[in-house]
Structure formats: structure tokens, C-alpha cells
């Protein structure tokens, strides 16, 4: 049974924190979206145009294992909409997280970047990463509802895999979001005319003055009627928005309605809820008069009645019309789930330090998972078998631009052709003509492309004292170690290209090519073109 409240009106306290005050309250990190990754300022330094987001945080020098509060932002004034509230929740409440979208606020506004729910949830799991949040209370408003939906999506499918890795969202406080698909529908005066390109041309207009950002506030129905913003209010929310070129952004993201209704059972409150159990408290805000998503709270009273439901007087944007009620809401619910308090210690903390390094790496696999097809057993499309090197800086999928089930890939020290090497590729022979019909189906099977590198750490092996070292921390001869050494790949192709086709076992059906890749400018050269036994 949900507890539906609406909430009281102590009189609030006006004073402005100003675009200036909010944004230097807070740094700029560099962030890497293709990897979901923080970097560090030196990785940062050695990354061509790097994106920086903008966080803000309260009281992270207490204790690690302290139960977080996490603020998502809103549409369209990021995360200086939660200014006054942030003011009004005092420093006591804490460790806290702001975190501001790509696009928003003081973070980078890229052109051509693929804006979308999915980043902005992988933003928030490595801002949660770079702090260490074990447990966190989330409160989001407005378009981060959905962010906060996938979020709590890839919580229940970590549980069900059994990875118990990774922060923990214990309640969630979502106000004036979509929460269900159907019933988001804003008036034309918002989003709708934001995505076309009437709207595209008013914000580049926006950009520039802060009278048509004035006027197209007030005639977006963000507030309520008796609610008249000062113009100072909207002057410093004009200089948030159009922060680092920023009012273009709003034409750009203003698509998340249309993208729920893409992912409408994924991120579906109802459906969350029903799958959580009651493992997260679960709580809905709602404004009276708000034009943008009044329907949410009708329906999450009839489809989710695990929440508990709280109103508030005004429109659309409680930030700046009520901040001092929902500064009451966020500290209410806060205390309630034990923010500031020491986590509880979880199942997996005793091999903690194992698992911390592996942890990033499973988050990014459960996004893998998300949109996941399997490739079905079969001929590989590329008809070739990649040997090469171990070495992290090489990642044949990259460098080939290899798909799944495109290339067998064989990994050693030195990408050497070893005795090992040459029974695999004897085997998958072997199996592509089982798969093909049996022999006599093919008349040629595969191409093996062995690729060695510049820069291999085995060339330190063709040093006889550091081989020696090597020999007698190993148990592995020196003259093994001298063999897979690759001090010069251009003679070593050589060398393992005419060790397997002189094997026995190759295939006559099979050809090998040798290659050479150069790690400092990532370009293949082919040394050896193919050839058949």
C-alpha cells in the first residue's frame, strides 16, 4: 500500500546561489565515454580532445564506506536546478554527489555525441567508481529518472547473474520524471518544439540572449501560473544552460521522450518495482500543476503501489518554485535510509581487494549483455585465424575491426608460432571441414595471419642476463625464452610464417600471411603475402 503525502509549506528562504557560486563549488574531471572510465589528469594529458564533466561533491572526506546521496539533474538547467536545494540541505548531509550530464551545466558540450540515457547512466556508475560509493540513496529529477531506471535495470541483472560487485542503490527518491512510457507527454511548447528545428534555431538565438531564453522559459509552462520568476533567477539560469555554448544542447537531448517510449519495458517503474521485491525503498514526487508529466503520478498510484508518493505545490520546475519543500523531502528520506551512516558490510567484502580491479571491467560487461546477440556456431565470416601477441596495447577486435564470429584469434607472449599454435590451427582445420560438409566440401579453408609488433616486451628476453633472471623466476629454459624472444618483428615474421607451413600438420587448404604492427602509429604492414603449403 503506497503512503501518499503532500507536503508542507514552510516559508522558504529566497536567497539566490548564483550560476558563478554553483559551478565553483565543484571541479571539472576529465571522462572518457567510451570506456565509462574517469581518468586520471595524466591519462588525460596523453588523450587527444579529452571531455571533461562537471561533478560537485559534499563531504567526501568522510567515511569510505558511508551510505552516499546521489543528485541527478533535470531538463532543461542540469545540475544548478538543485542550487538552492543543495543550500537548504545544510553541509550536515553528506558524503553527497551532483553529477551533471554531457552537455549540461559546466560539462563539455560535444557536437557530435550520442546523447542518450545509456551514457548518462554509465557517467553516474563511474562517478560512483572514482569515489568508491558501496551503497547510495539516488534522487533524480526530471529526465535522470530514466538514467535512474537503467540503473537500477542493471542492479536487478547484476543479482540475477550473481555478482554481488559493484555499488548498491538502497532507495530512490524520483520527482516530476517519466517513470511510464504511455503517459509521458509534454506540451508542445516544451521538448516537442525543442526537437525541431524551429527549436534548434530558437536556442542558438537563446544562446545568445538572455531576453528570448526570458521568454521562452515563461512560455515553455515550466512553472505555475502564480508563480513569476525574478529576473535575476532567470538570468542566472541562462547563464547555467548556456554555459560553454550550451543552449544547443536542448535541441540535441530533447529526444529522451521519444527514447523511453524506444525502451518502454525496460524502463517501466511498475515493472522495476515488481522485480526489486522490496530490496529498494521506493519513493514518487509529484507537482499539482505540472504540465510536463501530471499523469505519472495517477498511474504510478495505480500500477506501483509499493511507492510512496509525495506532492508538492507548484509547477513543473519544484527546484526553483519550492526548493526549501523538497529539501525537507531529500533530508526526510535521507535520514530514513541512513545517509552519512557506515554501510553494512555485503556478502563479497572479505575478497573485496580481488574483486576491485575486476569490478569496472563487469559493469561494462553487463551493458555488453544488455544489447547482446549470440552468433551461432559456424564458418568464421572473415575466413581468417588471427595469431598474435598478448600485449595490451594490442586488441586484434580493434585493430581489424574484427565483430563476433568474424576471426579465431590465437594470443601468446610474442605471438609466436609455437607447437601449441600449430595444433590449434590443425584442429580448427580439422573442425571447418567437419562444419562444411566433411572433407572434400572446400577447396581452401582459412588464412592464418600471424602479427607481430614493434616495442614486444620479450625483446628484453634476447638480453642473456635478463633471459637468465627470467629463466630462474619462471622454472622456463633459457633456450625457450631465446626462442619466443620478437627483438626485431620484421626477421621474426619470417620465421614463424615458414614454421607453420613447413608443419606436417597445416592443412595444404591452408595459407599464412605474415604481418607487422606498428604500436606507435596502429598501422598493420603486410611483410609476407599469403601462401599455401
Known amino acids: 500500500m503506497s503512503r501518499n503525502k503532500t507536503a508542507g509549506l514552510p516559508r522558504p528562504d529566497r536567497k539566490l546561489v548564483t550560476a558563478a557560486e554553483w559551478f565553483a563549488g565543484g571541479h571539472r574531471i576529465p571522462y572518457d565515454p567510451a570506456s565509462a572510465r574517469v581518468l586520471t589528469e595524466q591519462e588525460a594529458a596523453a588523450t587527444p580532445d579529452v571531455l571533461r564533466v562537471f561533478e560537485r561533491v559534499a563531504g567526501a572526506e568522510q567515511d569510505t564506506d558511508a551510505v552516499w546521496l546521489t543528485m541527478l539533474p533535470g531538463f532543461p538547467d542540469g545540475s544548478y536546478g538543485w542550487a538552492q536545494v543543495d543550500r537548504m540541505l545544510g553541509d550536515d548531509l553528506a558524503p553527497r554527489l551532483y553529477a551533471e550530464p554531457m552537455g549540461q551545466g559546466d560539462s563539455d558540450k560535444p557536437r557530435d555525441y550520442p546523447y542518450s540515457t545509456i551514457e548518462r547512466a554509465d557517467l553516474v556508475e563511474a562517478l560512483w567508481r572514482r569515489h568508491g560509493v558501496r551503497r547510495t540513496v539516488v534522487v533524480t529529477f526530471d529526465y535522470t529518472s530514466l538514467a535512474l531506471l537503467e540503473l537500477l535495470r542493471r542492479q536487478l541483472e547484476r543479482a540475477a547473474s550473481g555478482n554481488l560487485a559493484g555499488p548498491t542503490i538502497t532507495a530512490v527518491f524520483m520527482v516530476n520524471g517519466g517513470l511510464f512510457a504511455d503517459v509521458n507527454k509534454h506540451p508542445w511548447q516544451g521538448t516537442p518544439l525543442l526537437r525541431t528545428p524551429l527549436g534548434a534555431l530558437g536556442m542558438r538565438r537563446a544562446q545568445r540572449s538572455p531576453r528570448v531564453f526570458a521568454t521562452a522559459m515563461t512560455q515553455a509552462r515550466l512553472y505555475s501560473r502564480s508563480y513569476h520568476p525574478a529576473p535575476e533567477e532567470l538570468n542566472e539560469m541562462w547563464s547555467a544552460i548556456t554555459r560553454r555554448d550550451g543552449a544547443a544542447f536542448l535541441h540535441n537531448a530533447a529526444g529522451f521522450v521519444r527514447e523511453h517510449r524506444r525502451h518502454a519495458q525496460r524502463w517501466d517503474l511498475a515493472a522495476v518495482a515488481r522485480e526489486l521485491d522490496g530490496t529498494v525503498a521506493l519513493y514518487v514526487g509529484g507537482s499539482n500543476e505540472d504540465a510536463y508529466e501530471h499523469r505519472q503520478i495517477p498511474a504510478t498510484r495505480e500500477r506501483a503501489p509499493q511507492a510512496e508518493i509525495l506532492t508538492f505545490p507548484g509547477g513543473h520546475l519544484t527546484t526553483s518554485e519550492h526548493p526549501d519543500l523538497l529539501a525537507a523531502s531529500i ?203
Open 331 to 533: 533530508r526526510d528520506i535521507a535520514a530514513r535510509h541512513g545517509v552519512g551512516t557506515p554501510a553494512p558490510p555485503t556478502p563479497d567484502s572479505e575478497t573485496e581487494p580481488t574483486m576491485n580491479k575486476m569490478t569496472p571491467l563487469l559493469e561494462r560487461n553487463e551493458q555488453f549483455a544488455a544489447t547482446y546477440t549470440p552468433a551461432g556456431l559456424g564458418l568464421p565470416t572473415a575466413q581468417v585465424i588471427v595469431v598474435t601477441c598478448l600485449d595490451h596495447r594490442i586488441d586484434p577486435a580493434l585493430i581489424l575491426g574484427l565483430q563476433l564470429g568474424d576471426a579465431p584469434v590465437i594470443r601468446n607472449a610474442g605471438g609466436r608460432v609455437t607447437p601449441a599454435v600449430i595444433d590449434d590451427v590443425a584442429f580448427l582445420g580439422f573442425l571447418t571441414e567437419q562444419l562444411s560438409g566433411g572433407p572434400g566440401a572446400l577447396d581452401t579453408l582459412f588464412e592464418v595471419a600471424v602479427i607481430h609488433h614493434t616495442q614486444c616486451g620479450t625483446g628484453f628476453l634476447a638480453d642473456p642476463g635478463f633471459r637468465r633472471q627470467a629463466a630462474e623466476a619462471t622454472g622456463l629454459s633459457e633456450t625457450v625464452l631465446e626462442a619466443s624472444a620478437v627483438a626485431d618483428p620484421y626477421i621474426t615474421i619470417k620465421d614463424d610464417v615458414e614454421r607453420l607451413l613447413t608443419s606436417p600438420l597445416l592443412s595444404p587448404k591452408v595459407s599464412v600471411s605474415g604481418h607487422v604492427y606498428d604500436i606507435a602509429t596502429g598501422r598493420v604492414t603486410t611483410v609476407l603475402d599469403a601462401r599455401y603449403p
